[in-house]
């Protein structure tokens, strides 16, 4: 099952501290809804991280050990990353791609998230709707986190 993903979200913070907040890998995970144990992966020349995701979708509970490489950063307006991995029974895996771009807009930035995931096996069988739902709400409850973080930024209006 293939999941697309197109989010807007206006952010109260310049876009050079929106940047920092991007760049700034243990800072931005804490935001970031069922996401934890983030750590760098020891590749030279690679921007890489290990990352575990534990989600409820509909009947299912599941972990997921995530890759996430870092494959552009364009300061400040655009980061690209592609995610990859699997819970530990490989029952469930996933692969794609994600897209941040950011734009000065009044009063703030203008940040545009797009992802294109493709989700295999035991919770492909539940369909997009479901998996469409939470990810709607997994992306508002990080659209809350954020804006909370830039209202407590001093120096960020």
């Known amino acids: 099952m ?13 876009i050079e501290v929106v940047w920092n907040l991007l760049r700034d890998t243990p800072r931005l995970a804490r935001l970031l809804p069922g996401v934890d144990n983030v750590a760098p992966l020891s590749e030279e020349g690679v921007e890489a991280y290990a990352a575990s995701l534990s989600e409820k979708i509909g009947p299912f509970k599941i972990t997921m050990n995530l890759e996430v490489r870092v494959t552009e950063a364009i300061a400040p307006i655009q980061l690209k990353a ?53 990810t709607t709400q997994a992306f508002a409850e990080f659209a809350q986190n954020i804006q909370a973080q830039f209202a407590k930024e001093p120096g960020s209006s």
Do not use: C, H, W, Y
């Not at 493709?118 to 369909?127: D, M, P, R, S, V």
């Open 2 to 14: 293939l999941l697309k993903l197109t989010e807007e979200l206006p952010l109260d913070a310049s």
């Open 82 to 134: 592609a995610i990859k991995g699997a819970d530990s029974m490989a029952l469930n895996r996933i692969t794609g791609s994600m897209q941040v771009s950011l734009r000065p807009a009044s009063p703030g930035t203008q940040m545009q998230f797009e992802a294109s995931i493709e989700i295999l096996g035991k919770l492909a069988t539940l369909g997009a709707v479901p998996i469409r739902r939470r």
